[in-house]
């Protein structure tokens, strides 16, 4: 009797664990790390997300960015790139939410990145990680000597 229980436990185990591991009841769920909007090139469509500099891109020099409006948890890599017309910026994103970074004010002095997140959609079941990607600023001249100044919006 003890023999044919335990078989029985066990077989309940194995089907629940079949049932919730069911790919096809999956499809529609976001996984951590999924898709984001950190693309290969500044003019490329989404793709997966980038985590590290891109090849041959070098570190914008910590002098030269201002990211005393950012929150203290928030990344503060900016790297160079294309001869200085693109920006490559650690960004911040979390659950269904995706990083986003554009040029906002771009003057002989500085270049304003504003730093935001998509917003989730309402009723959207998401998770609760934290993902730094990185995310492309083209720039419509070379940064060249200019300031990199880092901000953060609200989610669109």
Known sequence: MRYSTKLIGTALVLAAVTACGNPAGMAAAPASGG???????????????????????????????????LPKT???EVYSDKGGTVLWVRAEEGGCGHALGAAAVQDSQRVVVDLSETKAQTG?????????????????????????????????
């Open 35 to 69: 898709p984001s909007t950190a693309p290969a090139s500044p003019t490329s469509s989404p793709a997966k997300p980038q985590f590290t500099a891109p090849p041959g891109s070098t570190p914008v020099p910590f002098a030269q960015v201002d990211s005393t409006a």
């Open 124 to 156: 959207q079941m998401c998770t609760m990680d934290l993902r730094h990607p990185v995310i492309s600023v083209p720039l419509a001249a070379p940064l060249g000597e200019r300031t990199v100044v880092l901000k953060q919006s609200p989610p669109r």
């Open 74 to 76: 928030f990344p503060r």
